[in-house]
């Protein structure tokens, strides 16, 4: 299992902090908070992000992409986590595009995914119906209505939800909340009758939306593979999702590591860099330590993804390993970064805030540390 | 067939011919062989490989001839290691005195101390202990005290070491003294070598939490050391030990190499003992279990990306660093939770009510204090990274906090 990103990859990488940290710095992202942007991202940004390739990383050539694999997307989702830049990539092209490859019909592909991956068409997964992620719980009733479906009940946390093309809404088509058999996957266009996106405002001032499915009635066509068979599909996309994510926050933790470090090395008090007390200094050693144990998880995850030979459980457990451990060290590193940069580290104009509410929410989201934590043992105990 | 493919394939040959099959399986602690002035041999095969190997001059294949060696140049060393890794070949002998002081004596010792010293260590003839941390001088190496003043054509050596392994069974000691009291504390430290044998020299063995151990304190008492055993310059001891100390941590991996694994399946435990677990306290058990083996895997992982970054050419010190404090603190809290999860089966002490892998998780736990403490305590490691990984300022001597 390769575990270093190859010289592509990094030459991937030099290009992607260099994009962003001149298109879409922390300073872009503040503005977007300011002008109480609704989108939650630069169009302008994310159409030369499209122009670079980034939206067809994973994809084969046949739908327009360059079969870079999840291992390309590692770098990127860092330099996105480095600069805390917003861009559709997650929701529309990684986890929805990926649903749209794994399930979708030819036409289906043609219709949705294409225009994803050119940028000419957005995609939104609308999954989560509680405060904490829980993907197999999905109770959203879809009921069979003549020879098609309707669709009543609540989704939240949209990642991108306003203004999103279309949304991919998981449903329960049979089975009860808990089951994982039972889940189908419909693609709804935004002007289906019924459907109706609001905004989330969160901490992190990112486009988030509630999705209010009122007496949605679809034909059988709006269905993404089988019915109530979404679940295998649906679980990789998430893996991905998941992958992308840590990488975000691994990449968000390191440079936020690094700029409390300089702080430390310059900041004096008592006459004397305040780094040079060991009370930080063994605070700072652990989080090194963390960060380098999650750099591994990290790699080890984006290449599972890549590895076909490679079964479900065993990706799922490397998935999770990586998100529960960059997750969990994003969340110490942005927690020691306030307390060491003091009543600075409390203050608006400072960008480490910025940090924190971002790896809040993107620890949350796709399952938290205590969500992967159960699935990794779920995983490993139920093969054991 | 070039000359290093020739050499590879007489290489194999040889050791296919002369290393027995019951050498090529993993070995526990009972099974190795310390090269001594009196070796003992678990069994007749481990004779026969230790003395196979020993007439080959492969104890010490990259020495020079003159001092016991094979001679061997760099790439041939480096292809019989290979082969020997292939064939999976237990050491023929495990002694400190080829890993560690015998490097620094090529390096810093006189012609007359290699040619006396040199060969009876290549043959395994003579067990060597290492005579470093004092009572008073543990985290703190440099502050030790043992003194060897001057008695002319000798030094006369009082004081005592601790943490020797072996103390009681080894034939020499190589061992650092203070031969300068007056002079800041690195620069009165010197380098000698004593036969454990000499009058005034007393090796007691230590008792640990976790019962019986290697380690011995040992006491000096006037003990004559004859001049020329001095290594290196007067005062000069602390380069060599430094360099002493890097042999170590090589060493100390190659050992962890070839001991055989004490794994424990944490996960596999959380089964065992933990199969349906009932109410929060132990649902939080096995979450803190879980998370346990989780961190323990992430390590796993760094071990195997340590190795593609050192081959793909990218700095790994940063990544070298953590390994030791890493697998220890983690090795500690895995027992921590074996305890909670095994509870009483993981406190019996000795008794057949009580499995060998029972047991074994008790020791162990009890074993892995001293881990933590030994080769650089938790917290030194952490001064490391903070320092040179990081490159945090020192400390401003002297200015009140």
């Given at each position: 299992m390769n575990l270093v990103y190859s010289d592509e990859q990094r030459l991937l990488a030099d290009s992607a902090r260099d994009f962003l940290a001149a298109r879409s710095p922390v300073a872009a992202q503040r503005r977007l908070r300011d002008e109480a942007?609704?989108?939650?991202?630069d169009p302008d940004v994310w159409r030369d992000a499209v122009a670079l390739g980034w939206s067809a990383i994973?994809?084969?050539?046949?739908?327009?992409?360059?079969?870079?694999g999840c291992m390309g997307l590692g770098p990127v989702f860092e330099a996105i986590g480095r600069n805390l830049s917003a861009t559709p990539l997650l929701s529309s092209v990684v986890v929805s595009g990926s649903l749209l490859h794994l399930c979708g019909t030819p036409a289906q592909q043609e219709q949705w995914l294409v225009p994803s991956i050119s940028g000419e068409r957005r995609l939104a997964l609308a999954l989560d119906e509680h405060a904490r992620h829980d993907?197999?719980?999905?109770?959203?009733l879809a009921q069979a209505d003549g020879d098609g479906y309707c669709l009543q009940g609540n989704k939240y946390w949209?990642?991108?939800?306003?203004?999103?093309?279309a949304y991919v809404v998981a449903a329960r088509v049979?089975?009860?909340?808990?089951?994982?058999?039972g889940i189908g996957l419909f693609l709804l266009p935004a002007?289906?009758?019924g459907l109706s996106c609001s905004r989330l405002p969160l901490i992190d001032a990112r486009n988030c939306a509630r999705l209010h499915l009122e007496q949605v009635r679809v034909g059988?066509?709006?269905?993404?593979?089988q019915p109530g068979q979404g679940w295998t599909g649906l679980d990789l996309a998430l893996d991905r999702g998941r992958a992308c994510l840590a990488a975000e926050l691994l990449g968000a933790a390191e440079h936020l590591f690094e700029t409390t470090l300089e702080y430390l090395k310059t900041r004096v008090q008592f006459d004397t860099p305040?780094?040079?007390?060991q009370a930080l200094q063994h605070r700072c050693a652990q989080l090194h330590v963390d960060l380098a144990l999650s750099r591994s998880a990290v790699m080890a995850a984006l290449a599972a993804l890549d590895?076909?030979?490679?079964?479900a459980s065993s990706r799922g457990r490397l998935v999770s390993l990586a998100k529960w451990k960059a997750g969990d060290t994003a969340l110490k590193v942005s927690n020691e970064a306030v307390q060491m940069h003091?009543?600075?580290?409390?203050?608006?104009?400072?960008d480490v805030g910025l940090y924190l509410k971002r790896i809040r929410v993107a620890q949350a989201s796709l399952g938290d540390r205590d969500f992967q934590c159960q699935r990794y043992a779920d995983l490993t105990l139920a093969c054991a | 067939m070039s000359t290093i493919e020739q050499f590879r394939h007489d290489t194999r040959a040889w050791l296919e011919a002369n290393?027995?099959?019951?050498?090529?399986t993993a070995m526990g602690e009972g099974d190795v062989v310390w090269g001594a002035q009196q070796p003992t041999f678990p069994s007749e095969d481990a004779r026969r490989w230790f003395e196979a190997m020993r007439d080959r001059r492969w104890?010490?294949?990259?020495?020079p001839e003159a001092y016991?060696?094979?001679?061997?140049?760099p790439e041939q060393t480096a292809v019989l290691l290979d082969e020997m890794r292939r064939l999976r070949c237990r050491p023929p002998q495990i002694n400190l005195g080829v890993w560690m002081l015998g490097p620094v004596l090529l390096e810093f010792g006189s012609e007359d101390q290699k040619r006396d010293l040199l060969p009876p260590m290549a043959r395994g003839e003579v067990r060597w202990c290492q005579g470093f941390s004092e009572p008073n001088a543990g985290?703190?190496?440099?502050?030790?005290?043992m003194s060897a003043r001057d008695g002319g054509d000798h030094f006369i050596v009082d004081g005592s070491k601790i943490w020797t392994s072996y103390g009681d069974k080894s034939d020499w000691m190589y061992a650092l003294v203070r031969?300068?009291?007056?002079?800041p504390k690195h620069e009165g430290i010197s380098l000698i070598v004593l036969d454990m044998?000499?009058?005034g020299v007393n090796a007691v063995p230590i008792d640990l939490i976790s019962g019986k151990s290697a380690f011995c304190q040992v006491f000096f008492d006037a003990v004559k050391v004859p001049?020329?055993?001095?290594?290196?310059?007067?005062?000069?001891?602390w380069n060599l030990a430094k360099r002493l100390l890097q042999h170590e941590r090589k060493a100390m991996s190659t050992f962890g190499e070839i001991?055989?694994?004490?794994?424990?399946?944490l996960l596999a435990l959380v089964q065992t003992y933990l199969p349906a677990p009932r109410g929060q306290g132990e649902h939080a058990l096995r979450a803190r279990a879980v998370a346990c083996a989780m961190n323990e895997r992430c390590y796993g992982l760094t071990v195997q990306r340590m190795a593609q970054c050192a081959q793909a050419g990218d700095d790994v010190s940063g990544l070298m660093a953590i390994m030791k404090l890493v697998h220890t603190e983690q090795e500690r809290d895995k027992f921590e939770v074996l305890l909670d999860l095994m509870g009483g089966h993981?406190?019996?002490?000795?008794?057949?009510?009580?499995s060998e892998q029972q047991l074994a998780i008790t020791r162990g736990w009890l074993n892995s204090y001293a881990l933590t403490i030994s080769g650089g305590a938790s917290e030194v490691q952490l001064n490391v990274i903070a320092k040179r990984v990081l490159g945090l300022p020192d400390a401003k001597k002297g200015v009140m906090q």
């Open positions: 942007s609704i989108q939650g991202y994973p994809f084969p050539e046949q739908f327009g992409g360059l079969d870079f993907p197999r719980g999905t109770a959203l949209v990642l991108d939800g306003v203004g999103a093309d049979s089975g009860q909340a808990g089951d994982a058999q002007d289906t009758p059988p066509q709006a269905l993404l593979g305040i780094g040079s007390f590895d076909n030979n490679l079964d003091g009543g600075i580290g409390v203050t608006d104009e400072l | 290393c027995p099959p019951s050498m090529r104890f010490c294949p990259d020495w016991g060696g094979a001679g061997l140049g985290s703190d190496l440099a502050s030790l005290k031969t300068d009291p007056t002079v044998r000499s009058p001049r020329h055993q001095l290594i290196g310059p007067l005062n000069g001891g001991s055989l694994p004490s794994h424990v399946d993981a406190m019996g002490w000795e008794s057949e009510t009580f």
